[in-house]
T-cell receptor
Framework: GAVVSQHPSRVICKSGTSVKIECRSL??????MFWYRQFPKQSLMLMAT?????????EQGVEKDKFLINHASLTLSTLTVTSAHPEDSSFYIC??????????FGPGTRLTVT | AQSVTQPDIHITVSEGASLELRCNYS??????LFWYVQSPGQGLQLLLK??????LVQGIKGFEAEFKRSQSSFNLRKPSVHWSDAAEYFC?????????FGTGTSLTVIP
């Protein structure tokens, strides 16, 4: 139980285009979902927290207009990187909570912007 | 301020040897504590967690961790390391929607 999926697992896009990453809780309803960014050999940095049906709460320094987060249902959250640039290349990981104190992590999405 | 420190950036152990990964935290309230493992290019897998009760917790893959409130520590241990344990290990503390991760310890296992 408590499986979180992400799609796609890898994506390459051209500079200036937008890319959408999906995060799904497969066997539970996620009251809260989180989006993290991880640079090589570094820890996870929380980008934003989203609750179903409400606006996401972004961490300081994260551009809301660049990283659009939508949590339209209790099983789906999406992260859209708008007008992507090479510096947006990173490993993006989502996690989801079912109301308990534990987070369940997705397998991550490797974004490369050329 | 809340923070998590993993003092060891990289550890190398021989297969079959014992392992201890250190984690110290600073948190205003009683924390919930977690250890995660990450293989290259993968997401995080929960090894174990501590919410309350017995301060020695058992996890998957033969790992255990001990919560020591007086030392603000939650060190991860394994009595005998396997080559497949080579990975990145993250300690995390938090409650509710506040999670703080350490910078990680990279484990190399040599034959």
């Amino acid at each position: 139980g408590a499986v979180v999926s992400q799609h796609p697992s890898r994506v390459i896009c051209k500079s200036g285009t937008s890319v959408k990453i999906e995060c799904r809780s497969l066997d539970f309803q996620a009251t809260t979902m989180f989006w993290y960014r991880q640079f090589p050999k570094q820890s996870l940095m929380l980008m934003a927290t989203s609750n179903e049906g409400s606006k996401a709460t972004y961490e300081q320094g994260v551009e809301k207009d660049k990283f659009l987060i939508n949590h339209a249902s209790l099983t789906l959250s999406t992260l859209t990187v708008t007008s992507a640039h090479p510096e947006d290349s990173s490993f993006y990981i989502c996690s989801a909570k079912d109301g308990s104190y534990e987070q369940y992590f997705g397998p991550g999405t490797r974004l490369t912007v050329t | 301020a809340q923070s998590v420190t993993q003092p060891d950036i990289h550890i190398t152990v021989s297969e079959g040897a014992s392992l201890e990964l250190r984690c110290n935290y600073s948190y205003g309230a009683t924390p919930y504590l977690f250890w995660y493992v990450q293989s290259p290019g993968q997401g995080l897998q929960l090894l174990l967690k501590y919410f309350s009760g017995d301060t020695l917790v058992q996890g998957i893959k033969g790992f255990e961790a001990e919560f020591k409130r007086s030392q603000s520590s939650f060190n991860l241990r394994k009595p005998s390391v396997h080559w497949s344990d080579a990975a990145e290990y993250f300690c995390a503390v938090g409650r509710y929607n506040q999670f703080y991760f350490g910078t990680g310890t990279s484990l190399t296992v040599i034959p």
